[in-house]
């Protein structure tokens, strides 16, 4: 008989800054793969809101500013 529950590794917690940074490689990641298109108002409410939600938790000021994806948007990101 197997005792699954004691042979678990413990959880890992993520810290909000740890999260933040993860959404920010996404944004990143994002950036590179759609570079020189533009975004429609659905896709830039979503970036906003992901940043704006990224700037609480991490008491950041990152903004963006246009609707398309550029190289200087992702080198913008990646340097947070």
């Keep these: 008989m197997l005792n699954s529950g004691c042979n678990r590794a413990p959880k890992k917690i993520c810290s909000e800054l740890l999260i933040a940074i993860n959404r920010l490689r996404k944004l990143v990641k994002r950036c590179k793969r759609e570079k020189g298109t533009?975004?429609?108002?659905?896709?830039?409410?979503?970036?906003?809101?992901?940043v704006e939600r990224i700037n609480q938790k991490t008491e950041t000021s990152i903004v963006i500013a246009g609707t398309i994806w550029s190289e200087q948007l992702q080198e913008e990101l990646s340097r947070w």
Excluded: M
């Design 38 to 50: 533009s975004r429609t108002k659905e896709e830039q409410r979503e970036v906003e809101q992901e």
